[in-house]
């Protein structure tokens, strides 16, 4: 720094600079989206602080980014189902292993993931206690316990909470981690039919998050009898697809139990007549794996690409000031262009750092997807407007600064519309309608979305499974959907020559 300082005094009649820029990071993703999928996701969630690694494998960090986003979505859910009837309500982390037990498909499915706690400082624990990998047979020995009669019902309760599930290979953050977030609906009927709506309702809210939030298309259908939940009476569910791996990816389940652990838990009422009814239960659930099917979908080879409705920053405002130009008066116009933007009800950033370039900055917030940027220049103030650039496809637009405030909100509108339709757009040229078994393959082979007609028996699929099993993981059915194609008579299994019941979609999955 001295032989700085003494060359700048030895040559007086040079101009000293205002500020020094200082040597900025290199900024911008190494791996292409298209080269090499894992890598460039892993990339993405990290340089756009969405996560960071934490030093147990399987276990990450959620930053602030991310769960601006989950909280987002919670004030869009947490009210829907209020409106339901459907209250609040928090279980203990811990289950006994006796009750754990109760019910023994449900457990089997979840027991290679179950968390043991065995030891309290250097003592071993007389009884070892679970970790929740789900809430049922935490919440049921008390729903058997406050139900007594038919006034009673329903009970309708839902927590927002964590779960954790340990056993698993691959681990991939959102998509697949040790301990999640997620909420869990649980509730009991007197009747089935009530039951069934409910499903269905949730199902449609769980669409909702998706589409109307997330900007991803999903497909509604109902999960085959090898793939729905262990224990329940029958799973719905909401299928997303990710068109640069060929996988699909189960989005949120909405499941009916029907009796089956009020059987277990002899969760029993007293009906109107005086008789004794047994009750109908669902579970439902969506977790964090939400966001990371969405910078999945959405992701490019800039970094993340955030849907307006849940960034947690729509808009960020750069001033770009040029040699000699009024640094005071662009950041005064810069400033109160954010403050009128978070005025009017967007969420606006304001970026004056001066020890960073324009461009420097232009970058980093597209790593972290922001929807809009605004950038103000001398010319700009000149002129009274603003540079409005777009994430989703870089287009750019000089606003007057009188109109700038309705330009936004329409932009954003328009993003997050476009979001969708493109994503729409990709998911769709990835199904494909397969009749026959070489077709299937083919199809597979070329990552795509399978829509075949199915005879619905539980052996061909588990054939199918192992007939399709490979590094990249076997096939096996995602949904069949509830808006049916037609089913021409005579048509036939794709997979076993036998009658087909209905069409259904089969693909590699998460």
């Keep these: 720094m001295a032989t700085k300082s003494s060359n700048v005094a030895t040559k007086p009649t040079k101009p000293a600079k205002k500020k020094e820029v200082k040597k900025e990071t290199k900024l911008g993703m190494a791996v292409k989206k298209d080269d090499n999928f894992g ?49 609040n309500a928090y279980f203990p982390l811990f289950v006994t292993e006796n009750v754990l ?9 979840f027991a290679p993931e179950v968390a043991w706690v065995t030891k309290s400082g250097k003592s071993e624990l007389e009884v070892p ?35 954790v599930r340990w056993e698993f290979s691959n681990p991939t953050p959102f998509i697949r981690s040790r301990e999640f977030l997620w909420q869990e609906g649980h509730t009991a009927f007197a009747t089935k039919e009530e039951a069934d709506q409910e499903v269905l309702e949730i199902l449609e ?30 799973t719905t569910s909401v299928e997303a697809f990710i068109p640069h791996t060929g996988r699909g990816i189960q989005g949120a389940t909405s499941h009916c139990l029907g009796q089956n652990f009020a059987k277990m838990f002899q969760i029993n009422f007293e009906d109107d007549k005086g008789g ?53 008066a662009i950041k005064a116009v810069c400033e109160s262009t954010a403050n009128e933007l978070n005025a009017a009800g967007m969420r606006a950033d304001l970026d004056t750092r001066e020890n960073y370039s324009p461009g420097w900055k232009y970058s980093h917030w597209e790593m972290k997807g922001v929807p809009l940027r605004i950038e103000i220049g001398p010319r700009d103030l000149e002129k009274s407007q603003a540079r409005i650039v777009r994430r989703d496809n870089g287009a750019k637009i000089d606003v007057p600064m009188a109109e700038l405030v309705e330009k ?8 997050q519309e476009n979001l969708f339709n493109t994503a729409k757009e990709k998911r769709d040229a990835c199904i494909e309608v397969v009749h026959t078994w070489d077709e299937f393959m083919a199809a597979l082979n070329n990552k795509k979305l399978i829509l ?35 089913l021409p008579s005579g048509t ?9 019941k209905k069409w259904t979609y089969w693909g590699r999955s998460y």
Aim: proline content about 6%.
């Design 39 to 87: 890598e460039w996701y892993s990339e993405v969630v990290v340089n756009s602080e969405m996560i960071e690694y934490y030093d147990i494998s399987g276990c990450y960090i959620l930053r602030p980014q991310a769960i601006s986003i989950w909280e987002t979505l919670q004030a869009f859910f947490d009210p829907e189902i209020k409106k339901m009837g459907i209250k």
């Design 101 to 109: 037990q109760k019910e023994k498909d449900h457990i089997e499915g």
């Design 129 to 163: 206690i679970a970790i929740r990998p789900t809430s049922e047979t935490v919440m049921y020995p008390y729903f058997a316990k406050w139900i007594r009669g038919h006034r009673d019902l329903p009970l309708k309760l839902n927590q927002w909470c964590n779960v």
């Design 205 to 234: 809210l769980y669409r909702r998050v998706y589409e109307e939030y997330l900007a991803i298309p999903v497909i509604k259908g109902k999960k085959s009898e090898l793939e729905k939940f262990a224990g329940g009476l029958y």
């Design 276 to 328: 004794k009814g047994m009750v109908w239960q669902n579970s439902w659930a969506y977790s964090t794996r939400t966001i990371g099917v969405m910078v999945m979908v959405h992701g490019d080879d800039k970094g993340l690409v955030l849907p307006p409705k849940v960034a947690s920053v729509q808009v960020v405002v750069i001033p770009v000031p040029y040699k000699d130009a009024d640094t005071t």
């Design 408 to 415: 936004v909100q329409e932009i954003l509108t328009s993003i």
């Design 452 to 486: 075949a007609p199915w005879c619905d028996e539980e052996e061909v699929e588990k054939d199918v499974k192992a007939r399709t099993k490979a590094d990249q993981g076997a096939a096996k059915t995602l949904c069949s959907p509830f808006d049916q194609p037609e």
């Design 492 to 500: 036939v299994c794709f997979a076993s020559g036998k009658p087909a």
